[in-house]
């Protein structure tokens, strides 16, 4: 019997060591100041190093100097992090930058492009990344943090970005994510039906309407989401999309957690 109980804690072992955990975390203006500040640099480096890979939005940070502190504390430990980032996007007086940060033992990018097309106030960063250990040996991740206004015509513009990296990568294995602002007086009802990405069943929201992705218990908004391709669902462990909650994880005061972020990280698994 104990043999039988070692056996199947084993396997359950291998199985959690085989996935990869992905988050995105739009982390509120993260720069010089946020990585300045001991304290929320740490609760920061704390939630990264929760995933495998995580993307990152909101990064003001024209230098990379707040980075590089962001992966010197990250490094500081046994596993080493690795990161690509975007060039600053957005309009001339607001540009942000999109950072995603993994474990190199796990994952390395195979290649990336910024996206040409659509009206995004921040075009999507394109990265495909690679990993031995996951169903999906390829796949590709696609950031986006919406401007509110225009939220509803960006969503339904990422419909023609997974087009777009079908024809030059020849994959449908993609994973959107990121701050949509896909909810409340943003995205309302009524206009989910303008947004092909929502009516085309087959792309899955793995994030659902009900969640609740801000910090402020006076917004509960389903802002942030991870949104899946058919084809990638092979790669997706069931059930395993949510909301981190790292207030309540980490045990943090509204004050504080407020001053790390707005927004709470989503997550999913890769099997």
């Not at 300045?36 to 990264?48: A, E, G, H, M, R």
Request: with cysteine; net charge neutral; proline share 3%.
């Amino acid at each position: 019997m104990k043999i039988v109980v070692a056996i199947a804690l084993f396997l359950t072992f291998v199985e959690v060591e085989s996935s990869l955990l992905i988050g995105a975390f739009n982390i509120q203006s993260f720069g010089d100041t946020k990585a300045s500040n001991s304290t929320l640099l740490d609760i920061i480096t704390k939630i990264v190093h929760r995933y495998d890979i995580v993307l990152i939005q909101e990064v003001r940070d024209s230098d990379l100097n707040a980075t590089r502190k962001l992966m010197e504390n990250l490094n500081k430990g046994t596993t080493t992090y690795e990161y690509t980032v975007s060039e600053p996007l957005g309009p001339s007086t607001y540009k942000e930058r999109y950072l995603f940060i993994y474990r190199a033992k796990e994952v390395s990018v195979e290649k990336s492009y910024l996206y040409g097309g659509g009206k995004f106030t921040r075009q999507p960063f394109i990265v495909m990344f690679s990993s031995t250990s996951t169903v999906v040996r390829n796949f590709v991740l696609v950031p986006q943090h919406t401007r509110p206004q225009n939220a509803v015509e960006e969503i339904d513009a990422l419909y023609d970005v997974v087009a777009d990296i079908r024809s030059k990568w020849k994959t449908n294995d993609t994973l959107l994510m990121g701050d949509l602002n896909a909810g409340c007086t943003y995205v309302r009802n009524s206009d989910w039906s303008k947004i092909r990405l929502f009516t085309d069943k087959s792309f899955h929201w793995l994030i659902p309407n009900t969640a609740i992705t801000t910090v402020s218990p006076t917004t509960a908004c389903p802002y942030d989401r991870i949104v899946s391709t058919n084809y990638m669902m092979r790669g997706v462990a069931s059930g395993s999309a949510k909301v981190f909650d790292f207030q309540r994880h980490l045990g943090l005061s509204q004050e504080l957690a407020l001053a790390v972020s707005d927004h709470f990280p989503v997550e999913v698994r890769l099997k």
